[in-house]
């Protein structure tokens, strides 16, 4: 008799019918547990399609591919395949509801990952990685013998794409007139380096330049104020000045979202009008602002089509740019970061800016934090640290060399910078203590706040975030009252000018983007979807909003879909609002920096009422007051990274509310991990 699961539950899934093949009982198992919800219906479906291509196919290809399309959709690029044989309820992350039938599901499979690994061999669906042969299998097995790894095909391939490049990018040496350099660094920065023996007093700013001269890529990261677009501003200028024709230098800026994009432009835009007064004549820093353009989204820039994945730009057409920086590089995903990299010319120069311990993007990869692996540790070399003392005249401290024999080529051109001069307030304060797991320091840092800059609520209700959308609260008087009082204001003048009205569209949207309720999930009494019905309501019986229908003056709304056709892209944000003098049609507002963009309501199809977002989708934002909210019962969704992110989200104020106590502590005790072997590629040298 076949048994794959044998329980004494009554709604356990079961199958014992001796007439039923393995595979048929195991794709029944998964088919089950997707009805449970356990698994989307897309992953039980994923392995019903492997059997229809191989009527042979094991139970352990089928349960691998399942189990593998699940962990794609939670973020994860690959599936490594000894947690999952010896712990899989570590991998699967399922309510304690389902670990019985888990473990009874394992007990009709092979015992060791030798076995399983046989198992996958065997099936013409996969390709392992010891095999050079390869016929387009949608599986691959690869990562080492040790840990294995299995992927989606098209994962692989990105993985290995995105490693090659990288790899090759950061070998690429560049000659660098080390002289030269230093004489426009000690300009640029503050001139003289750092003694020695105040050699731990690095300014990282400074080296982080230095480096992104001799190598066509440089990963810059930090924490929230340590000046990330500063240092981009100041190596554009030192570009500039070190290159023998500058005037044709193309320069690109862009980042994944508009609300990004529009604030890396107006960092760097400030950084270089305060250089320029400083150079003087001696470096046209107006002539290279102007040649920039506008900072674009990252599906923008490649050339995003209607109805397919695929860009304009690619590895056969290339982009045409000899510098491009990118901030928020955490939110870019594995597949997006592969499209960047094969558009991009050999030579042009490369600069990724973004937080590492920010959330990673929300589709499969974490490539930042992949990139950024040795950041905090540095490993440099000894070539690294002359260069770092020839050119910018910093030593880099011990504690920085590697101490290893061949430390990565990518870590040489990675820099993290370490001191923050814009958030060190209390938001900073409790920022630095959720990234560092120090849940008491982060409640003690709330308790203790008599300014009103922190706070969280001891009787948390959905109630409680409604009052703060409606009027705020003491210490932190921004919401959603500040932008429709505008709306409701709308002068005389701005209904016969179309200036005057282009000024009122673009004080609403500023003033709506001064608060921001942040939501864990979509769903449930604490998710996105129930509170931006509830806080519609809560505004309407204020006398601030009068709904009528699905489109009314004053929704705000996120884009949910990329369309090039209207411009608009996925995470964009704007506000519904009367055209412009003459015009009766709603329009809905985006503000990309100091421009206005207008689309009629009618040609947006995929949008969502956004007085409440995901933490996800804040990435790229901030806001005066932000408001998070931490739902009960949100299990792995509550982490540290999403607390983090969610904290520096805020300029002035934040809020905090727990839909009951110990949340905060249950996200800080829980890292994100997503599993990747982009790290282990990484880690190898080109030949």
Same mark, same amino acid.
């Given at each position: 008799?076949?048994?794959?699961?044998?329980?004494?539950?009554?709604?356990?899934?079961?199958?014992?019918?001796?007439?039923?093949?393995?595979?048929?009982?195991?794709?029944?198992?998964?088919?089950?547990?997707?009805?449970?919800?356990?698994?989307?219906?897309?992953?039980?479906?994923?392995?019903?399609?492997?059997?229809?291509?191989?009527?042979?196919?094991?139970?352990?290809?089928?349960?691998?591919?399942?189990?593998?399309?699940?962990?794609?959709?939670?973020?994860?690029?690959?599936?490594?395949?000894?947690?999952?044989?010896?712990?899989?309820?570590?991998?699967?992350?399922?309510?304690?509801?389902?670990?019985?039938?888990?473990?009874?599901?394992?007990?009709?499979?092979?015992?060791?990952?030798?076995?399983?690994?046989?198992? %996958? &061999?065997? +099936?013409?669906?996969?390709?392992?990685?010891?095999? *050079?042969?390869? #016929? @387009?299998?949608? /599986?691959? !097995?690869?990562?080492?013998?040790?840990?294995?790894?299995?992927?989606?095909?098209?994962?692989?391939?990105?993985?290995?794409?995105?490693?090659?490049?990288?790899?090759?990018?950061?070998?690429?040496?560049?000659?660098?007139?080390?002289?030269?350099?230093?004489?426009?660094?000690?300009?640029?920065?503050?001139?003289?380096?750092?003694?020695?023996?105040?050699?731990?007093?690095?300014?990282?700013?400074?080296?982080?330049?230095?480096?992104?001269?001799?190598?066509?890529?440089?990963?810059?990261?930090?924490?929230?104020?340590?000046?990330?677009?500063?240092?981009?501003?100041?190596?554009?200028?030192?570009?500039?000045?070190?290159?023998?024709?500058?005037?044709?230098?193309?320069?690109?800026?862009?980042?994944?979202?508009?609300?990004?994009?529009?604030? %890396? &432009?107006? +960092?760097?835009?400030?950084?270089?009008?305060?250089? *320029?007064?400083? #150079? @003087?004549?001696? /470096?046209? !820093?107006?002539?290279?602002?102007?040649?920039?353009?506008?900072?674009?989204?990252?599906?923008?820039?490649?050339?995003?089509?209607?109805?397919?994945?695929?860009?304009?730009?690619?590895?056969?057409?290339?982009?045409?740019?000899?510098?491009?920086?990118?901030?928020?590089?955490?939110?870019?995903?594995?597949?997006?970061?592969?499209?960047?990299?094969?558009?991009?010319?050999?030579?042009?120069?490369?600069?990724?800016?973004g937080d590492k311990d920010q959330l990673a993007s929300v589709e499969a990869g974490a490539v930042l934090g992949d990139l950024c692996r040795d950041a905090v540790a540095g490993n440099y070399n000894t070539e690294t640290a002359r260069y770092a003392k020839a050119t910018a005249s910093q030593v880099?401290?011990?504690?920085?060399?590697?101490?290893?024999?061949?430390?990565?080529?990518?870590?040489?051109?990675?820099?993290?910078?370490?001191? *923050?001069?814009?958030? @060190?307030?209390?938001?900073?304060?409790?920022?630095?203590?959720v990234n560092a797991g120090h849940c008491d320091n982060a409640h003690n840092l709330i308790a203790g706040d008599t300014t009103g800059v922190l706070q969280t609520t001891k009787q948390p209700t959905v109630a409680t975030v409604l009052n703060l959308a409606v009027q705020g609260r003491t210490g932190?008087?921004?919401?959603?009252?500040?932008?429709?009082?505008?709306?409701?204001?709308?002068?005389?003048?701005?209904?016969?000018?179309?200036?005057?009205?282009?000024?009122?569209?673009?004080?609403?949207?500023?003033?709506?983007?001064?608060?921001?309720?942040?939501?864990?999930?979509?769903?449930?009494?604490?998710?996105?979807?129930?509170?931006?019905?509830?806080?519609?309501?809560?505004?309407?019986?204020?006398?601030?909003?009068?709904?009528?229908?699905?489109?009314?003056?004053?929704?705000?709304?996120?884009?949910?879909?990329?369309?090039?056709?209207?411009?608009?892209?996925?995470?964009?944000?704007?506000?519904?609002?009367?055209?412009?003098?003459?015009?009766?049609?709603?329009?809905?507002?985006?503000?990309?920096?100091?421009?206005?963009?207008?689309?009629?309501?009618?040609?947006?199809?995929?949008?969502?009422?956004?007085?409440?977002?995901?933490?996800?989708?804040?990435?790229?934002?901030?806001?005066?007051?932000?408001?998070?909210?931490?739902?009960?019962?949100?299990?792995?969704?509550?982490?540290?990274?999403?607390?983090?992110?969610?904290?520096?989200?805020?300029?002035?104020?934040?809020?905090?509310?727990?839909?009951?106590?110990?949340?905060?502590?249950?996200?800080?005790?829980?890292?994100?991990?997503?599993?990747?072997?982009?790290?282990?590629?990484?880690?190898?040298?080109?030949?």
């Open positions: 008799m076949n048994t794959l699961i044998a329980s004494n539950d009554p709604g356990a899934t079961s199958m014992t019918d001796s007439a039923t093949s393995p595979s048929t009982a195991a794709l029944a198992v998964l088919h089950a547990w997707a009805e449970k919800g356990w698994l989307r219906r897309l992953d039980s479906a994923m392995a019903t399609f492997l059997q229809e291509l191989d009527a042979s196919a094991s139970p352990v290809l089928l349960v691998c591919t399942a189990v593998l399309a699940q962990m794609e959709g939670r973020g994860h690029t690959c599936l490594p395949l000894r947690i999952l044989v010896t712990s899989p309820d570590d991998v699967l992350a399922w309510p304690a509801l389902a670990q019985a039938e888990v473990q009874a599901l394992w007990s009709g499979l092979p015992k060791g990952l030798n076995d399983w690994l046989v198992a %996958l &061999r065997s +099936s013409p669906l996969v390709r392992s990685f010891d095999d *050079s042969t390869d #016929l @387009g299998q949608p /599986l691959v !097995l690869s990562g080492t013998e040790d840990e294995p790894l299995l992927y989606l095909r098209r994962y692989w391939l990105h993985e290995q794409q995105v490693a090659h490049a990288i790899l090759q990018r950061c070998a690429s040496s560049q000659q660098v007139d080390e002289p030269l350099a230093a004489k426009w660094l000690d300009r640029l920065f503050d001139a003289g380096g750092v003694p020695e023996k105040d050699a731990k007093e690095v300014d990282w700013q400074k080296l982080a330049c230095a480096v992104a001269l001799r190598a066509s890529l440089t990963v810059i990261t930090g924490g929230p104020g340590t000046g990330k677009t500063y240092t981009a501003a100041r190596l554009l200028a030192l570009l500039f000045a070190m290159s023998d024709a500058p005037q044709s230098l193309r320069v690109a800026l862009a980042a994944p979202t508009g609300k990004a994009a529009a604030r %890396l &432009r107006q +960092s760097i835009d400030f950084s270089l009008q305060e250089l *320029s007064g400083r #150079l @003087g004549d001696d /470096l046209d !820093l107006g002539s290279l602002t102007q040649r920039m353009g506008a900072a674009r989204t990252l599906h923008s820039l490649l050339g995003a089509r209607v109805d397919t994945r695929e860009f304009r730009f690619n590895a056969t057409n290339l982009l045409d740019v000899d510098i491009l920086i990118v901030d928020e590089a955490s939110m870019i995903h594995l597949e997006m970061m592969s499209a960047l990299l094969q558009a991009l010319p050999p030579g042009a120069k490369l600069i990724l800016l880099i401290p011990t504690e920085f060399i590697a101490t290893v024999a061949h430390p990565t080529p990518l870590a040489q051109q990675t820099v993290m910078l370490r001191k *923050s001069r814009r958030f @060190g307030g209390l938001i900073g304060q409790l920022a630095v203590a932190a008087t921004a919401c959603y009252a500040d932008y429709l009082q505008l709306v409701k204001a709308r002068s005389k003048d701005a209904l016969s000018n179309a200036g005057d009205h282009e000024d009122w569209v673009e004080r609403v949207v500023l003033a709506f983007d001064r608060f921001r309720i942040l939501c864990a999930v979509h769903d449930g009494d604490w998710g996105t979807r129930s509170l931006n019905q509830s806080v519609q309501r809560a505004l309407e019986l204020a006398g601030l909003l009068n709904p009528r229908g699905e489109w009314y003056a004053g929704r705000p709304v996120m884009v949910t879909r990329n369309d090039p056709a209207l411009g608009v892209f996925n995470g964009d944000v704007g506000v519904t609002l009367p055209g412009p003098p003459g015009s009766t049609a709603l329009r809905v507002y985006f503000l990309d920096g100091d421009k206005l963009r207008a689309v009629g309501v009618s040609r947006l199809a995929q949008v969502e009422t956004a007085f409440a977002m995901t933490v996800h989708k804040s990435q790229g934002s901030e806001f005066l007051h932000t408001a998070l909210v931490l739902p009960e019962g949100g299990g792995k969704i509550l982490t540290r990274e999403l607390v983090y992110t969610g904290i520096t989200r805020a300029r002035e104020s934040f809020t905090l509310i727990e839909a009951q106590p110990g949340l905060l502590r249950l996200a800080v005790d829980t890292l994100s991990r997503r599993a990747s072997g982009l790290q282990l590629l990484l880690a190898d040298h080109l030949e």
